[in-house]
T-cell receptor, first 116, second 115 residues
Framework: NAGVTQTPKFQVLKTGQSMTLQCAQD?????MYWYRQDPGMGLRLIYY???????DKGEVPNGYNVSRLNKREFSLRLESAAPSQTSVYFC???????????????FGAGSRLTVL | AQTVTQSQPEMSVQEAETVTLSCTYD???????LFWYKQPPSRQMILVIR????KQQNATENRFSVNFQKAAKSFSLKISDSQLGDAAMYFC????????????WGAGTKLIIKP
């Protein structure tokens, strides 16, 4: 009963390097999300995917790309990492039982990324 | 634009006592959802409680209850009989009625439980 699994948990990159954060959920949820969390701020949505094959920009998409590989997996890619992308990244999914804002998000444990 | 404000960056409470975390929000909508999420040191965010704005009754979940004041746009979380396991960051969030993708989050309140 894993829920939402993110890898890696920690990563240090140099400016300009690329990397992909992986996320998988085993709850058969349609919607998946990538958020970033910075000190003193609430979570900010980077990208989301309402269903397999669709992705949409959130509040802070610049510098990121995503892929909804299948219903289970939603990856986040940093093509050329910058120090401003140092953050904790969270993947989440939601059960769309309600076709409204009532849906509860299930989160992964987060990935701490440091860009030097 | 909607905003969510948590004015208390940090709160502390003695074990077994009651603590209230505040949250205010701004919206021009009449129907929406409000949430409290808990983020323990393990970092994994979990739902504490959810409130539907069109329901007058305050939501409760065991030791957790909310004081929802719609006119004042206030949504505070009360934790009764605080336990060491309640130590965490608590985030208030607002969602429009018709979208999962526009959650607005507060900056969080760190709750410290003193044994």
């Amino acid at each position: 009963n894993a829920g939402v699994t993110q890898t890696p948990k920690f990563q240090v990159l140099k400016t300009g390097q690329s990397m992909t954060l992986q996320c998988a959920q085993d709850m058969n949820h349609n919607s998946m999300y990538w958020y970033r969390q910075d000190p003193g701020m609430g979570l900010r949505l980077i990208y989301y995917s309402a269903s397999e094959g669709t992705t949409d920009k959130g509040e802070v998409p610049n510098g990121y790309n995503v892929s909804r590989l299948n219903k289970r997996e939603f990856s986040l890619r940093l093509e050329s990492a910058a120090p401003s992308q140092t953050s904790v990244y969270f993947c989440a999914s939601s059960d769309d039982t309600y076709t409204s804002g009532a849906n509860v998000l299930t989160f992964g444990a987060g990935s701490r990324l440091t860009v030097l | 634009a909607q905003t969510v404000t948590q004015s208390q960056p940090e709160m502390s409470v003695q074990e077994a006592e009651t603590v209230t975390l505040s949250c205010t929000y701004d919206t021009s909508e009449s129907d929406y959802y409000l949430f409290w999420y808990k983020q323990p040191p393990s970092r994994q965010m979990i739902l504490v409680i959810r409130q539907e704005a069109y329901k007058q009754q305050n939501a409760t979940e065991n030791r957790f209850s909310v004081n929802f004041q719609k006119a004042a746009k206030s949504f505070s979380l009360k934790i009764s009989d605080s336990q060491l396991g309640d130590a965490a960051m608590y985030f208030c969030a607002y969602s429009p009625l018709d979208s999962n993708y526009q959650l607005i989050w507060g900056a969080g309140t760190k709750l410290i439980i003193k044994p």
